[in-house]
């Protein structure tokens, strides 16, 4: 049976489900990170142990999306998926709510685990649905759908948190996630091409997953993920402790609204998906690792505008690198399809967890200039990963 092709009206409703998936998972899963200052003023936290609570739902994701994977190939990756989105949203309700710091970082752990369902299948998912052809673009169309989450979830918590509490503001981001789990349940279309996987042994699928393992091409893929992821994060992480304090000394809410910066993604991602189809996926890969770099070292400037210039174009090559990378991870492999799309998750949201929070000691020592040089020493070993495990003859 042929994928969905481009244009179609099944094919449309599956990429505006996966938007809305984007946006149920990532609002939730980076609403914190508005409001980590408030959070470690309420809590009594320096700034690293804030950031926990970012890492804490981003590990909690890491470790959850190869078994989601394989809860997907058993039961489906669309019945999967609302599963995870539904879970996820009543505990980022208890997360929020959570009496103590500890009790926080616990909730948000078990968050990030129902959370890891959407990207881990996700990718799976549209492979199989769509037509070949089009997998790319409709790649690009699901990771613009998580910029757009993440940028909601920031935007929606950081006043919120300004006018009330950052409880008030994370309850907030979690009832627009329930509203975007709602639209991608009732917009989603059946899945005609999945094939049930049964009786698989533990060493069965322990086998799936090392044969991605043992291709050169993925594992550069995978170690690319943990590299960039960290480093963005980090940036997000760390970078509203830099405004807040002199010489900007931006309130809350205008902190909120840096993570406009978001959307500069929403546009790259779908973008560098139709650019890989046209000029090849090595090619776009590259380039917008080196258009991150670029904005990168923009922020290293002293007026705050070239400062927030910076953060655009870093997010904007950020998430057409991540849109050409996760999509070509996916489409890649052959036997494991799903079990790719996990190590590739597993792998970002690895970095996410580990460099994110490092950046946090490289803040303590060093200021900004300790971040920006943590995550450019990331990106750089991207790109020599990329040029040795990935760009050699005869990868597709």
Same mark, same amino acid.
């Given at each position: 049976?042929?994928?969905?092709?481009?244009?179609?009206?099944?094919?449309?409703?599956? &990429?505006?489900?996966?938007?809305?998936?984007?946006?149920?998972?990532?609002?939730?899963?980076?609403?914190?990170?508005?409001?980590?200052?408030?959070?470690?003023?309420?809590?009594?936290?320096?700034?690293?142990?804030?950031?926990?609570? /970012?890492?804490?739902?981003?590990?909690?994701? @890491?470790? @959850?999306?190869?078994?989601?994977?394989?809860?997907?190939?058993?039961?489906?990756?669309?019945?999967?998926? /609302?599963? @995870?989105?539904?879970?996820?949203?009543?505990?980022?309700?208890?997360?929020?709510?959570?009496? *103590?710091?500890?009790?926080?970082?616990?909730?948000? &752990?078990?968050?990030?685990?129902?959370?890891?369902?959407?990207?881990?299948?996700?990718?799976?998912?549209?492979?199989?649905?769509?037509?070949?052809?089009?997998? !790319?673009?409709?790649?690009?169309?699901?990771?613009?759908?998580?910029?757009?989450?993440?940028?909601?979830?920031?935007?929606?918590?950081?006043?919120?948190?300004?006018? *009330?509490?950052?409880?008030?503001?994370?309850?907030?981001? !979690?009832?627009?996630?329930?509203?975007?789990?709602?639209?991608?349940?009732?917009?989603?279309?059946?899945?005609?091409?999945?094939?049930?996987?049964?009786?698989?042994?533990?060493?069965?699928?322990?086998?799936?997953?090392?044969?991605?393992?043992?291709?050169?091409?993925?594992?550069? &893929?995978?170690?690319?993920?943990?590299?960039?992821?960290?480093?963005?994060?980090?940036?997000?992480?760390? &970078?509203?402790?830099?405004?807040?304090?002199?010489?900007?000394?931006?309130?809350?809410?205008?902190?909120?609204?840096?993570?406009?910066?978001?959307?500069?993604?929403?546009?790259?991602?779908?973008?560098?998906?139709?650019?890989?189809?046209?000029?090849?996926?090595?090619?776009?890969? /590259?380039?917008?690792?080196?258009?991150?770099?670029?904005?990168?070292?923009?922020?290293?400037?002293?007026?705050?505008?070239?400062?927030?210039?910076?953060?655009?174009?870093?997010?904007?090559?950020?998430?057409?690198?991540?849109?050409?990378?996760?999509?070509?991870?996916?489409?890649?492999?052959?036997?494991?399809?799903?079990?790719?799309?996990?190590?590739?998750?597993?792998?970002?949201?690895?970095? !996410?967890?580990?460099?994110?929070?490092?950046?946090?000691? @490289?803040?303590?020592?060093?200021?900004?200039?300790?971040?920006?040089?943590?995550?450019?020493?990331?990106?750089?070993?991207?790109?020599?990963?990329?040029?040795?495990?990935?760009?050699?003859?005869?990868?597709?």
């Amino acid at each position: 049976m042929p994928g969905h092709a481009r244009g179609s009206t099944a094919y449309r409703r599956l &990429l505006a489900a996966l938007v809305l998936a984007g946006v149920a998972t990532f609002a939730q899963l980076y609403s914190p990170q508005g409001v980590l200052p408030q959070i470690a003023d309420d809590l009594g936290a320096t700034a690293d142990r804030a950031a926990l609570a /970012v890492s804490a739902a981003t590990l909690g994701l @890491a470790l @959850a999306v190869v078994p989601w994977s394989f809860v997907g190939d058993r039961y489906g990756r669309l019945r999967a998926m /609302v599963a @995870a989105v539904v879970g996820a949203t009543v505990l980022g309700l208890a997360a929020a709510w959570a009496p *103590t710091f500890e009790l926080v970082l616990l909730a948000r &752990l078990l968050e990030g685990a129902f959370l890891g369902g959407v990207p881990a299948l996700a990718m799976a998912y549209l492979n199989d649905e769509v037509d070949a052809r089009s997998a !790319s673009v409709a790649a690009g169309w699901f990771v613009g759908g998580t910029t757009v989450g993440g940028l909601l979830g920031r935007v929606v918590a950081t006043p919120v948190a300004d006018l *009330t509490s950052w409880r008030v503001g994370m309850t907030a981001v !979690s009832a627009m996630a329930a509203a975007a789990a709602v639209g991608f349940v009732l917009l989603a279309p059946r899945e005609r091409r999945f094939v049930r996987v049964r009786g698989e042994t533990f060493l069965d699928r322990t086998r799936r997953v090392l044969t991605n393992l043992q291709d050169r091409a993925l594992l550069g &893929l995978y170690i690319v993920a943990f590299l960039l992821m960290g480093g963005f994060v980090a940036v997000y992480n760390y &970078l509203a402790f830099r405004l807040v304090a002199a010489p900007y000394l931006l309130p809350a809410w205008a902190v909120g609204l840096v993570f406009l910066a978001y959307l500069a993604g929403t546009v790259s991602a779908p973008r560098a998906g139709v650019l890989a189809a046209r000029h090849g996926r090595y090619a776009v890969l /590259v380039a917008s690792v080196l258009v991150m770099l670029a904005g990168l070292l923009a922020t290293l400037t002293g007026p705050l505008w070239l400062v927030l210039l910076g953060l655009v174009v870093m997010t904007a090559g950020f998430f057409g690198a991540h849109a050409v990378a996760s999509g070509w991870a996916g489409a890649r492999a052959v036997t494991a399809r799903a079990q790719s799309t996990g190590l590739y998750n597993l792998a970002y949201y690895g970095g !996410s967890s580990l460099l994110g929070w490092a950046g946090g000691l @490289a803040l303590e020592a060093r200021g900004w200039t300790g971040v920006v040089g943590f995550v450019a020493v990331a990106i750089l070993l991207s790109l020599v990963v990329l040029r040795l495990l990935v760009g050699r003859p005869g990868v597709a």
